[in-house]
């Protein structure tokens, strides 16, 4: 029912407009297209916008002479999206009411009255009143009112109003192309800043991500400024456009048009963000088929990314030839340009082909891979219209000739991390990369399985690379690290090729070594150097498996990591590949926790491989902190502390002082039955809460379980925990907590509140404990589609002295809690834990013994283990 405040002709207009929605998305669902559907939908809101203002000016003017005047001094303006008539179902609805001031009376009430109208019929208007001088001061001040105004376009009123806007507005436009132009970009690159800087977004807004929408709309709003044109077809026409460039941009928008009308129609509401549930439901309801190799899902995606990729790259082209800054040269270019053999010279600000070899060159790989690393050792860019002529010439090419010069080319232009990521970029932009590497071509726009990779598998190897690239103005021990690399061509090779085996069948480590070695074979490399790369790819995971889930401080551990790696420069191509595939998961992947334990684990088996100075440092710094410890501890306690100390991680001696560490650890010492210590610290990067406990007992299990309920009682996660076993039956804790719920709380009270919450529980154990709110919602039944299958399996080869049990899972609320749980009821005692919640899938992992201390070799019982903690799961997932 309708309220009976509103007018009859609102309510008419509402029906027609739902009337004309259900039709549209009827259209939409047989097919019709993106650029289809958003014409119509505009010609419907015109209908009713149109209709709403004439009736609101006949109410306000109701004689004829008062309309006439009103409508010859005014003009209704569609602006932005509904401007250029591309509008998806449930955009915002921008308008401008242009007037001319003493003239047109009453404007306010007129606009208010539109406004409400439209609000009542289900639409969402933006609308502001201007008069000419304020339309283009306004301009000037805001780039979003600066480009919504290149996108106008008159709905009712004063056309010759609106004659004298666009004169006015594109005279003073083209005073100030340049800045205009700035600006615009600016803002675009803030929004890009925010929405995802890469292309290859495994949950993209297709509107403002890199390669979406947008990037139409930045060539139509340039175009404008440096052309008056905002048509792709006119821009075209004109020549500022190329041929093949208007045909992806054009090609692009009808794409990403018809998957935003499909994301706001079935939301009923404004929704940009392709997340990994719609990625399901629209490749299941767009029929993408499932191939052997690809889901329906990964088709669809692919198509995403070829659409965003060619958008994109013909943006960028566009942008560069309007702002002019590649292709101006300048007499001083000339000058100083030194020719490289005969088809190249280098000038001060770009390396370009000389006129007479540019139809040679663009066809060549060889010449192409030269003029690249060319352009790698001298740090210089390639020149515009150079690359776009090479670029275009090697799209159209179906077979490339790889001769020994080129291959050598390649390899040269690996050793020099200057623009090599760039570089890789444009080869894989002109599909060159993968004609060279044919394994690459799998990995393009190639979807990953788990909820923590934000990249496609091609995306994450690039920035691999570029991550690498940056830590040659590292300082800290990673940087001098990889400054120290003697062959970076090979180290830069594994970081290209470390990932391509993902997608298929089998381990992607193993598969990916089977690569390698193809690859290497294709590039003409040594024996030895084939089997450096396929070392590097099979195992570059393996530094993050050992700090993440094993004891780093057990010599044994190091002792069989040092004996597989063999050479410390082996050590320092894998620390290094290591560091630069983590920081390429995400942003703020690679952090201080985590880079803290993958280089104690460098510098102890640095140290162990006997020729590592940073590691024998490392040891003696250790041993002087450890030491240090002892030195300030009572007599009573010496034997005590020298036992404790070597078991507590380094990581802990960084971040206390020696009299903190000392203080701590005697509470503990001293602890009698029943009592507890507790210490809670603000930790900075990660953002998190440090929680150390100590306490007297003989079986951990017990203890450790309702902490981790706790915790989750109180809204806090688990990001990482450690149990170690001191003298005496003492033993430590040492949590790493994200406070999800935390809001305002003053940081002291909130760490007293957690300091009393752990007092509790270990004062008055019980199992009647809240159990942690579970959600399952559509977006984490899809996260658990893209993550591995749930595994438990069992070590019994690391650790001397436990049994070791890995859980791979998909994070859900109580994972923890539940094995912990489960791990105590059957009879088992936790020595030792490691809890790694934000890695490449959820890892839990824990060194138990039986009730009498021993590790487990019966394999009846350890299968029993096993299959117990997968049901348990499973009725975790269930439940």
Known sequence: ?????????????????????????????????????????????????????????????????????FYGGSALVALGGFGRQDVA????????????????????????????????????????????????????????????????????????????????????????????????????????????????????????????????????????????????????????????????????????????????????RAVDTLDRTEQLRIAEQWKYPSGLELLPVQELMRDYFRHSTEARYSSFQFVNDVRGKFDRRTILDTLVGRRQDEHFVVTTRYVAVVPESKDFVKNDLEQVLRLMEISNRSKKWIEQSTWRSIRNAMLKQ?????????????????????????????????????????????????????????YTVDEHTLIAVEMLADFQEDPSLVGKAYRQVERKDLLHLAAILHDLGKGYTGDHSEVGAELAEQTADRLGLSDAESETICFLVRHHLLMSTLAFRRDITDP??????????????????????????????????????????????????????????????????????????VQRTPEKWKKWMAASVMKIAAGNFRELDSATMVDHLLQVAELSPGEVFVHVRPVKNPKALEVTIGKLQQRVSGVFYRLV????????????????????????????????????????????????????????????????????????????????????????????????????????????????KKLYQLELDIRFAKIASHMDQVVDVFYIADSEGMKIFDSVKLEFIRTTLLDALKNLESS
């Open 709 to 820: 309920g706790a915790f989750i009682r109180n809204g806090l996660e688990v990001l990482s925990g450690r149990i170690e076993l001191l003298p005496n039956d003492r033993v430590w804790y040492s949590f790493l907590l994200h406070d999800r719920d935390f809001s305002g709380l003053a940081l002291e009270g909130r760490c007293i509140e957690i300091d009393s919450t752990v007092r509790e529980v270990l004062s008055q154990p019980t199992d009647d404990l809240t159990q942690p709110r579970r959600t399952w919602d559509a977006q984490k039944k899809a996260d658990e589609f893209y993550s591995e299958q749930t595994r438990v399996i069992i070590d019994n080869e690391t650790a001397d002295h436990a049994t070791v049990i890995d859980v791979f899972a998909y994070d859900k609320p109580g994972l923890l809690y539940t094995l912990a």
């Open 398 to 454: 179906t077979q490339l000739k790889l001769n020994a010069a080129a291959k050598t080319y390649f390899m040269k232009m690996l050793v020099n991390p200057s623009r090599l990521a760039n570089l890789l970029r444009r080869l894989h932009e002109m599909n060159v990369l993968e004609k060279i590497i044919p394994a690459f071509r799998h990995a393009r726009w190639l979807l990953q399985f788990n909820q923590y990779h934000k």
């Open 89 to 268: 179902p449930f955009s915002d609805v921008d308008l401008m009411l242009l007037y001319i001031p003493g003239v047109v009376p009453k404007i306010e009430k007129v606009a208010g009255r539109l406004v409400q109208d439209g609000f009542d019929v289900g639409l969402k208007l933006s609308l502001a009143t201007r008069t000419l001088r304020e339309a283009c001061t306004q301009a000037f001040a805001d780039p979003t009112i600066l480009t919504s105004f290149t996108e106008t376009r008159l709905l009712l009123g004063s056309s010759s109003l609106v004659e004298k806007f666009h004169e006015r507005f594109l005279r003073l436009v083209r005073r100030k192309t340049h800045w205009s132009m700035d600006i615009v970009e600016k803002s675009r690159k803030k929004e890009q800043d925010h929405f995802g800087e890469s292309v290859y977004l495994l949950s993209p807004n297709i509107k403002s991500s890199r390669g979406g929408l947008r990037e139409i709309h930045l060539v139509r709003w340039l175009g404008f400024m440096r052309y008056g044109e905002t048509s792709l077809q006119r821009l075209r026409d004109i020549k500022a456009l190329s041929k093949v460039d208007f045909r992806q941009l054009f090609q692009a928008r009808e794409f990403l048009l018809r998957l935003r009308n499909e994301l706001h129609f079935h939301a009923g």
């Open 556 to 629: 044994q551990v190091i002792e069989k990591f040092a004996i597989e790696v063999g050479s410390i420069e082996m050590l320092r191509m894998l620390f290094t590949l290591t560091c630069a595939d983590m920081a390429a998961v995400s942003p703020g992947s690679f952090n201080e926790w985590r880079r803290s334990l993958v280089t104690e684990l460098y510098l102890r088996t640095d140290a162990f491989l006997g020729d590592g100075a940073q590691g024998n440092e490392f040891v003696e710094r250790l041993s002087q902190a450890r030491l240090s410890l």
């Open 1 to 69: 029912m309708f309220s009976s405040s509103i007018r009859p002709h609102i309510i008419e207009a509402k029906q027609r407009l739902n009337v004309g929605y259900e039709l549209l998305h009827q259209q939409h669902q047989a097919g019709a297209g993106g650029l289809e559907i958003c014409r119509s939908m505009t010609r419907l809101w015109d209908e009713t916008i149109c209709a709403n203002y004439r009736l609101a000016v006949e109410e306000i003017f109701p004689d004829e002479k008062s309309r006439d005047a």
